[in-house]
């Protein structure tokens, strides 16, 4: 049954039925202990570099990857807890920065976006090469699509075993439309926050190469990802950017069992991030809608873990049977 409508996400209680506070929360008010992990920088075949966190058990049987989402890093909350839910259950764990994430600036003109699966080959290539055997892939909302556009464009290794989603904006236009509309623009306001000092950093880095004139007048995601996102990264517009790395275009491809939960009260996805049809036959992909949860939030009554951990566990331990 590819398509699951109903979820076994529970009700929550009245405060975190709300979308917004289920999604503001967990991500500023949950504390939940940083695990320790152990940092290796990889310098990647193009001349800049990748942080990767590790937490390692003796054997190299299981290891889940984590992704962590837009202007996050390994040690986000929803990262923190997943982290320790798998490392308790005897996975290795792998939680991985994005460029320019994870307290450090990379040096190449290039930045992160959602279509960037050029660095999570490189991630797998290394964790293979240093022989682990059965890998799985967990990633939250930007992290989620890259997974997504990872199974969809590169031949997997049968290392691979199976990949979660959650709340990720399968429709790259949908999300950001959608976080132009009041009161998700608050949501926008705090990605700008970060992001705008980045592209000041690389127009430094980069005298001339960048549209310097254009980051004092962004105001919505149109304007990153016209003038810096597909500037930089090798896109015509805004428009072939959300086209080409947009999980919807690569969904038939994907032929690992994946799960991919997006909340029906998501304030970060728009209609076209549930294409409901599109998973009723499919072979590979699970797709579960459950009516809250929020952004990545997914709080649990008296758990500091969430329910996404939980579930991404279920999911993954189905996978031997």
């Known amino acids: 049954m590819p398509y699951i409508e109903k ?18 929360i967990p991500a500023k008010f949950k504390k939940y ?16 570099f990748l942080n990767l966190d590790w937490r390692k058990h003796q054997n190299k049987e299981r290891l889940v990857i984590l992704f962590h989402g837009l202007e996050g890093d390994s040690k986000r909350t929803y990262l923190n807890s997943c982290s320790d839910y798998f490392f308790e259950r005897d996975f290795n764990i792998l939680a991985w920065n994005h460029r320019s994430c994870g307290g450090e600036m990379n040096t190449t003109c290039r930045l992160y ?15 293979i090469d240093e022989g682990y055997q059965r890998i799985y892939l967990v990633g939250y909302s930007m992290g989620g699509a890259l997974i997504l556009n990872y199974l969809g464009n590169h031949q997997i290794n049968p290392k691979i075993k199976g990949a979660v989603s959650f709340s990720a904006p399968i429709s790259l236009k949908s999300s950001a439309d959608t976080l132009k509309q009041f009161p998700n623009t608050v949501y926008f306001k705090n990605f700008k926050r970060t992001l705008v000092p980045k592209f000041q950093e690389k127009a430094k880095q980069f005298p001339g190469l960048l549209n310097e004139k254009m980051i004092d007048k962004i105001k919505t995601f149109d304007e990153i990802d016209e003038y810096f996102t597909a500037a930089m990264h090798g896109y015509s517009s805004k428009e072939d950017y959300y086209d080409k790395a947009s999980p919807a275009t690569v969904l038939n491809n994907i032929t690992i069992p994946c799960l991919i939960v997006n909340a029906v009260n998501d304030p970060f996805l728009g209609l076209d991030c549930y294409p409901i049809e599109r998973f009723k036959n499919h072979k590979f992909c699970y797709f579960e809608m459950p009516k809250y949860g929020g952004h990545c939030g997914f709080p649990l009554e008296n758990n500091s873990h969430s329910w996404a951990e939980i579930r991404a566990f279920e999911f993954i331990e189905s996978l031997s049977l």
């Open 113 to 127: 976006h959602h279509g960037a699966t050029d660095d999570i080959q490189r991630v797998i290539d290394k964790v």
């Open 33 to 48: 202990p940083v695990p320790n992990y152990m940092r290796e920088k990889i310098i990647t075949d193009d001349g800049d």
């Open 7 to 24: 979820s076994t996400y529970p009700k929550p209680n009245f405060i975190n039925r709300n979308a917004h506070l289920s999604t503001i």
